[in-house]
């Protein structure tokens, strides 16, 4: 992004290839197919299965099975949370991003390292250091448990848990370009007269909402797919705060594939059609840019 | 109205580097002036600091009086204009010059209406009326660097800033650029400061040069005074080449080469302390200067002979030191000089400098029989 003026890497094309193009990158044939079957194999093969699955029930059965209220619910609360956690980790990952780059201070590189903390550690983990600390005995927990807020065993937990696993995703990716982002560009609006949150709003954050919204739609992916964290940290109450993959391994331990399979493809077409919105919508803010 | 800047006693140190180093500068209403040096000299630190954009660790910069510092930048009056354009990508051209009107307070801020024709004018005005929706991602660099100067224009400042504006771009445009700069600056009521490091265009486009060296100020003055009157050798050699000849003056002003007895220059002060008989000096000559006279008992020997455009380059080996001449190409034929060949050699006017800071700098010229052809 933050290099607008450099040329796109030299691309080979097949269409081109097809039609007796020459290029000077070699390997298009091997590359291009080991890639499409090892996608095959991870991606797609398994999904037609999960989605083969669910279509032994039939519309009926499916439409039946989906609209129950323990599925409707779990959906509520998963696409809920993990729209709320992406958000609040698009905030403040923008802000701790911001501070890394913008800021020195001692243990700066400490930090930064441990913005990378909850990709390394087990979800599991993650999951009962968060229940027992937000727990209404808990160092957190204890703080806001006299106003009668409990957080641990609750959707507020499930939430906090996302967002655990969502903010480095943000971090990472607003980062780098923050880091490249010439200062001439802020000085040229500070001589124009633009004041600090001018120069923010109008300079800074036009270029970094791109990288945002990519983070942002990584850490809703991930919240949405989340599993090891939440279980520890919900109460997992059917319609309250179960979460849909939950949902999906209930399903399994009551030898029922077909539902689980079924709940699992409504998941797949919602994650991917979020997932292809917030990719158009980049488009959309990108093309504005280049034409 | 444009602004008189005045820089008093401006020191700024980066560790232990010293950037400047007690700069006084004045800067009169309405001209374009040059601040030329090489890298490390200082002229960008100084711009910068005259910007606002950096702050002396001692001294004041004054515009129009007033001090500067103080001041928000919307109150300054300065325009801007970075070497790699700093033009904000994500605006449109018309958006990059709308910036410095639409981040006005409500208050003091024009209409959309007035800004949409302030800006269309000045895009008229830097001839890019047609890019006004194309995005800078789009633009030649020579392009980018005119929305560069409308978006610094729009807020109508007193003082327009340059840094390296040209420094970008190839040979050709900055060409163009720089005319076009110098015709505008002067339609315009502002006074311009114009960072460079290409001796060229000091010389062609500004009013007025501040020659900066090693973080002060080696001399200020018209590009025909520091051209013609340098204070320093550094002054000399920074605004165009010079041969450096070791003389021993001899009698009547006569200089001699030293290991030889040709006779190349002669002082045209006479009776100056520096002109006495036997002191050693460094005559400081341009190559178009020197002029070479075929004579098989000459102390010069060419060494090459090479065609550059319109003139003629010559290197001549003059009791081992080489010197290069430079001659209109029409005229070489009439020099039968080639490689090998032998030349007597005249300085057709030259300089020197005291080397113990005693007396000024001294002229030279070529000596009464030499005759010229």
Redesign the interface.
């Known amino acids: 992004m933050s290099l607008a003026d450099s040329r796109p890497a030299p691309a080979s094309s097949l269409w081109g290839r097809l039609r007796g193009q020459r290029s000077i990158l070699p390997g298009l044939g091997l590359s291009l197919g080991i890639t499409l079957f090892v996608l095959s194999l991870i991606v797609f093969l398994p999904t037609a299965a999960m989605v083969g699955d669910a279509a032994t029930l039939g519309v009926g059965g499916l439409v039946h099975l989906l609209a129950t209220p323990r599925v409707l619910g779990a959906f509520k609360v998963s696409l809920g949370c993990a729209a709320l956690a992406a958000l609040t980790s698009a905030i403040f990952g923008l802000l701790i991003a911001w501070v890394l780059v913008r800021t020195r201070f001692p243990g700066r590189r400490l930090a930064d390292a441990m913005v990378d903390l909850p990709f390394a550690l087990p979800t599991s983990v993650a999951g009962i250091a968060l229940s027992t600390l937000y727990a209404p005995n808990g160092w957190l927990g204890s703080l806001v448990a006299p106003y009668g807020i409990r957080i641990s065993f609750t959707v507020i937990g499930v939430y906090i848990a996302l967002t655990f696993v969502g903010l480095p995703f943000v971090v990472r990716s607003v980062q780098p370009v923050l880091q490249d982002m010439e200062a001439e560009q802020e000085e040229a609006a500070h001589m124009l007269g633009a004041g600090r949150l001018q120069i923010f709003s109008r300079v800074i954050f036009p270029a970094i909402l791109p990288s945002l919204t990519a983070g942002f739609a990584m850490a809703f992916a991930r919240g949405l797919g989340e599993y090891g964290s939440v279980i520890f940290i919900s109460s997992n109450r059917p319609g309250v705060s179960e979460i849909v993959p939950l949902l999906i391994v209930n399903q399994l331990e009551q030898f029922d594939f077909a539902g689980a399979a079924a709940i699992g493809t409504l998941m797949l077409i919602l994650s991917l059609a979020l997932l292809c919105g917030i990719m158009l919508l980049q488009r959309l803010v990108r093309s504005g840019r280049h034409g | 109205m444009a602004g008189h800047v005045s820089i008093r006693d401006v020191s700024r140190r980066f560790g232990a580097f010293t950037a400047l180093d007690a700069v006084s500068l004045d800067i009169p209403a309405g001209e374009l002036v040059a601040l030329l040096g090489p890298s490390g000299s200082g002229k960008t630190t100084l711009l910068r600091i005259i910007?606002?954009?950096d702050f002396p660790d001692t001294g004041q910069v004054l515009i129009n009086g007033e001090d500067n510092v103080a001041r928000?930048?919307?109150e300054r009056g300065?325009?801007?204009v970075?070497q790699?354009y700093?033009?904000?990508?994500?605006?449109t051209v018309a958006g990059n010059v709308a910036?410095?009107l639409q981040?006005?307070p409500r208050g003091l801020r024009p209409s959309k209406a007035e800004i949409k024709a302030r800006v269309a004018a000045l895009l008229d005005l830097v001839q890019l009326g047609w890019l006004a929706d194309?995005?800078?991602?789009?633009l030649s660099g020579g392009q980018r660097q005119r929305v560069?100067l409308a978006?610094?224009l729009?807020?109508e400042p007193r003082l327009l800033l340059l840094d390296e504006p040209f420094g970008a771009l190839d040979t050709k445009v900055r060409k163009e650029l720089g005319q076009w700069l110098r015709n505008l600056h002067h339609d315009q009521a502002i006074t311009s400061l114009l960072v460079t490091h290409d001796q060229e265009e000091a010389l062609e486009l500004a009013d007025r040069i501040v020659l900066m060296s090693q973080g002060r100020v080696e001399q200020i003055g018209t590009p025909a005074e520091l051209y013609t009157k340098p204070a320093s050798p550094f002054v000399l050699e920074f605004l165009g080449e010079a041969n450096r000849i070791a003389g021993v003056v001899g009698e009547g002003g006569l200089v001699r080469v030293a290991g030889t007895g040709d006779a190349v220059a002669q002082s045209i002060d006479p009776g100056h302390a520096l002109a006495a008989a036997g002191q050693a000096v460094t005559l400081y000559v341009r190559p178009h200067d020197l002029l070479l006279e075929a004579r098989a008992d000459g102390a010069a020997v060419v060494r090459s002979v090479k065609v550059a455009g319109a003139f003629a380059k010559i290197e001549v080996v003059l009791a081992d030191q080489v010197l290069t001449a430079l001659t209109p190409l029409h005229r070489l034929p009439s020099l039968h000089l080639q490689e090998g060949s032998r030349a007597r050699l005249v300085v057709a006017q030259g300089m020197s400098f005291p080397t113990q800071g005693a007396g000024g700098s001294l002229q030279f010229a070529a000596p009464r029989s030499f005759a010229m052809a």
């Open positions: 910007a606002g954009l928000h930048p919307r300065v325009g801007f970075f790699h700093a033009l904000f990508r994500h605006m910036f410095g981040v006005r194309r995005y800078p991602s789009e560069a978006r610094a729009a807020i």
